[in-house]
């Protein structure tokens, strides 16, 4: 016991090349977030740290509120997408960036995870407002460019309002997870989200 | 206590007027149901016949399982609209008709029962298709048949899928309420669904 205490107090005060480095209590943090989201227990930050092995000042000198960690863990594994490439056919790029990335995000093993996400949004609307800004908004950025290049290339309409039209797509795709109950990838959800695809697009074409 | 242990065992063997009415008993069954659900607690048959003050027999008359009562709960005050007229404006009675319906469902105090709803679907995918097939694709019925009735007439396209239309202009909606948190009343969340309806619409048109 004396053993241990004393190690433990050496380990304290020592700094160099044997303290935890920074991305490590990150990593440490977001994984003790997700455990307590995948266990569909109460998330606070009492056990969030006591699950992390973190103090609460390493927390919070990281994030500055519980809701700003959830929102950041609910996005682990995604990514803003590349530019779209907007030399080809611009069609197949936006609808494909816009579908690929909603794709990673609720096919698979994440499935889960993206239906707790939606719970965990609708039961608190500052974490949702929250992730939506600090996420999902700068995540649709390059393919409301793309449409903005398409439309001042006149492929697309003028008077387009590429907000709107990103959410009929996307929105579109979240009714068949989120009330039809249905998964991204059985044949007849794509074909219904491509059919409805087919309707944007035409409607969107100048 | 004599006394009311008493009349407890006479109301339990009374029959005939005294009887509480079968559509009583329906009530008070779904308002146990429906104040566990605004409580946010836990929902279980034997919490709602508690609350209700029925039995458990009652309860099972009426509803196959749990599942089945929540799903009922959950659609209280709202109705399959009726038949889209189709003799006037056909998107303004189609698009009407949808939107009113959405907005029915999601404005005003029933707005935080509209985030409980899919708070409750998005934890339990069966209670999630039980609601979408015995409530949800049955109030889509009327937009869907007037939305044919358009294709076969001429003014819509014949190749549309007219389940995909439906779900691009629901989807948008609900991608304001899901994902965006917004409120369907604002202003800005209705120009921005205006938006999205006319594009689709007009990739609809024949």
């Known amino acids: ?23 490590d209590i990150d990593g440490q ?15 606070t930050v009492s056990r969030i740290v006591a699950r992390g092995g973190v103090s609460r000042a390493a927390l919070y000198r990281r994030w500055p509120s519980l809701t700003a960690l959830v929102a950041a863990a609910l996005d682990v594994g995604r990514t803003v997408p590349p530019p779209v490439d907007a030399e080809g056919d611009l069609r197949e790029a936006i ?4 579908l690929g990335d909603t ?6 093993y994440s499935e889960a995870r993206f239906r707790h996400r939606i719970r965990l949004v609708m039961a608190d609307r500052t974490l949702q407002k929250a992730y939506w800004s600090s996420h999902v908004s700068r995540r649709r ?7 903005r290049r398409g439309m001042e290339g ?3 309409r003028g008077d387009l309002d590429a907000e709107a039209c990103f ?25 219904r989200v491509a059919a409805a695809v087919d309707v944007i697009w035409r409607g969107m074409l100048a």
């Open 103 to 108: 794709a990673a995000a609720t096919s698979g």
């Open 29 to 43: 943090i977001i994984a003790a977030t997700l455990a307590l989201i995948d266990a569909d227990e109460d998330l």
């Open 141 to 147: 950025m390059p393919v409301e460019a793309a449409l």
């Open 95 to 98: 609808v494909g960036s816009l």
């Open 1 to 23: 016991m004396m053993a241990v205490d004393a190690a433990v107090a050496t380990a304290g005060i020592r700094r160099g090349p044997g303290r935890p480095r920074d991305e």
């Open 154 to 156: 006149g492929i697309l």
């Open 167 to 191: 959410d009929a797509i996307a929105g579109t795709v979240y009714y068949q997870l989120v009330v039809r109950g249905d998964f991204f990838d059985e044949p007849a959800t794509r074909a």
